[in-house]
């Protein structure tokens, strides 16, 4: 059927694919990727044969209408990302957004994301979360960003960069305190590593360690109850103080 397929693949292990997402992508007129060196490597290991097109979202408005053009000519396009799930911290959104604009068909194709993937073993609460991506890489604006995380009543879910994975820890400690924290590491890959702590001492250990190899993500259970209270009563005497 026409229409514009956001198709999950692999964050790591390549049976991590769905029946349906290598249905989408062998019936698919063409399979729009983020890099498609990497998403030839895919394609060929399932001996899929379907066209690609580069696409990411600086390529720009020309590509975007082209892509819509052949959509509402009735074909079925295929947006994949380099890993896991289109959109989550990836390209597409603005593809999305024009489809819907023009009133096209878009259809999900679920399957692997590191964020969930990696919220599931973290061992911290799941039942409220807060997806924020990656943080900024500079210490001044990244603290900003971890103040403006602090009251968030859900587990907060951010990617990383491995080189910067050891300052992160030391910022998220010193803007959060102590909270409970997972580092999860190559998930689905042959050196899957999860490490569970506060973040004070993961903080401590990477900064011993040097920066460990491969894709992370980082967890951070929510403020509890008190900690929530306490900082309240903190912001209610700025203000009285502000109102003196
Ligand atoms: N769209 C992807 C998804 O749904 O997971 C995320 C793309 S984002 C550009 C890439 C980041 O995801 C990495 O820097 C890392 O933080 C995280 N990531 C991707 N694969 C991972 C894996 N196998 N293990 C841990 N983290 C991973």
Excluded at 82 to 89: K, R, W
Aim: glycine content about 8%; charged content about 25%.
């Amino acid at each position: 059927a026409p229409g514009l397929y956001l198709v999950a693949t692999p964050i790591g292990n390549l049976g991590d694919v769905t029946l349906r997402a290598l249905k989408t992508l062998a019936a698919a007129n063409a399979v729009l990727a983020e890099d498609t060196r990497v998403t030839k490597t895919l394609l060929a290991h399932y001996g899929i044969t379907t066209p690609l097109v580069a696409y990411h979202e600086h390529t720009g408005e020309a590509v975007r209408d082209r892509m819509i053009a052949r959509l509402r000519e009735g074909q079925s396009l295929a947006l994949v990302s380099d890993a896991g799930t289109p959109l989550v911290s990836d390209p597409g959104y603005r593809l999305v957004e024009a489809a819907i604009a023009e009133g096209l068909p878009v259809i999900p194709i679920p399957g692997a994301s590191a964020a969930l993937a990696a919220l599931v073993v973290a061992g911290l609460p799941t039942d409220r979360f807060f997806f924020e991506g990656f943080l900024p890489a500079k210490s001044g604006p990244r603290r900003s960003r971890l103040e403006a995380l602090a009251s968030i009543p859900g587990t907060l879910v951010l990617y990383e960069a491995p080189h910067r994975i050891a300052e992160s820890l030391a910022d998220a400690a010193a803007v959060l305190g102590p909270r409970p924290a997972a580092v999860a590491r190559e998930l689905t890959k042959l050196h899957e590593t999860v490490r569970r702590g506060r973040l004070d001492e993961l903080a401590a250990r990477y900064a011993q360690e040097g920066a460990p190899k491969g894709e992370i993500v980082l967890l951070i259970a929510p403020a509890t109850e008190e900690e929530r209270q306490a900082e309240a009563e903190i912001g209610l005497d700025d203000k009285l103080k502000a109102a003196l």
